[in-house]
């Protein structure tokens, strides 16, 4: 069965604040994990993307990747007003050939 | 400039009326895929394509059919549309992973097509 779980949200953080946005997922064996953001009726756009344990870092931007516990996590630094917007998480789930998506968290930064 | 570009944006139109949105690439991505997006749903994929001449089934296919005949356009046709296949759709396609296990999804912009 193909699971990629988000909490929808929305998660609302003030400007200035860490947003940490969480991601779980059905097979341990997966391989590839990406977080998209997409802003209202515009296409996702990709943020980051992670394949090993740990963390990796671009910017404000942090993913993290724990395989034994299936989940994966997306920190943003010192968020801003222009980070409000939805975050999708995708998962090459092991077995099959297309990436599954969380249905999103919607994030809003307040000024 | 990478894209991948769908037509039309915006389309309305009648139960039954055979319409076609298309989608071309010009990456040189052996694979595409269309979604649609609902409100509560998620983004669900309704078909995929590895290759020319390849084409699979997503989650949600019923009602739609697509056809690759080239490498760099994927179409998605609706025979017969209903008013539940009102919806945004996106089409992507996927990068090789230069090495890594999958590549990243590139999105068209989007077509959102109401069916009355």
């Known amino acids: 069965q193909k699971e990629v779980e988000q909490n929808s949200g929305p998660l609302s953080v003030p400007e200035g604040a860490i947003a940490s946005l969480n991601c779980t997922y059905s097979?341990?064996?997966?391989?590839?994990f990406f977080w998209y953001r997409q802003y209202s009726g515009k296409s996702p756009e990709l943020i980051m993307f992670?394949?090993?344990?740990g963390d990796k870092e671009d910017g404000r931007f942090t993913a993290q990747l724990n395989k034994a516990s299936q989940y994966v996590s997306l920190l943003i630094r010192d968020s801003q007003p222009s980070d409000s917007a939805t975050y999708l998480c995708?998962?090459?789930?092991?077995?099959?050939?297309?990436?599954?998506f969380g249905k999103g968290t919607m994030l809003l930064v307040s000024p | 400039e990478a894209q991948v570009t769908q037509n039309p944006r915006y389309l309305i139109t009648v139960t039954g009326k055979k319409l076609t949105v298309t989608c071309s690439q010009n990456?040189?991505?052996?694979?595409m895929s269309w979604y649609r997006q609902d409100p509560g749903l998620g983004l669900r994929q309704i078909y995929y394509?590895?290759?020319?001449?390849?084409?699979d089934k997503g989650d949600v296919p019923e009602g739609y059919k697509v056809s690759r005949k080239e490498k760099r356009n994927f179409p998605l046709i609706l025979e017969s549309p209903s008013p539940n296949q009102t919806s945004l759709y996106f089409c992507?396609?996927?990068?090789?992973?230069?090495?890594?296990?999958?590549?990243?999804?590139?999105f068209g912009e989007g077509s959102r097509l109401t069916v009355l």
């Open positions: 992670i394949y090993s344990n």
């Open positions: 990456m040189n991505h052996e694979y």
């Open positions: 097979d341990r064996g997966s391989q590839s």
């Open positions: 992507a396609s996927r990068s090789p992973g230069a090495g890594r296990p999958t590549g990243e999804l590139f």
């Open positions: 995708a998962v090459n789930l092991s077995g099959y050939s297309t990436l599954t």
């Open positions: 394509s590895m290759n020319v001449e390849v084409t």
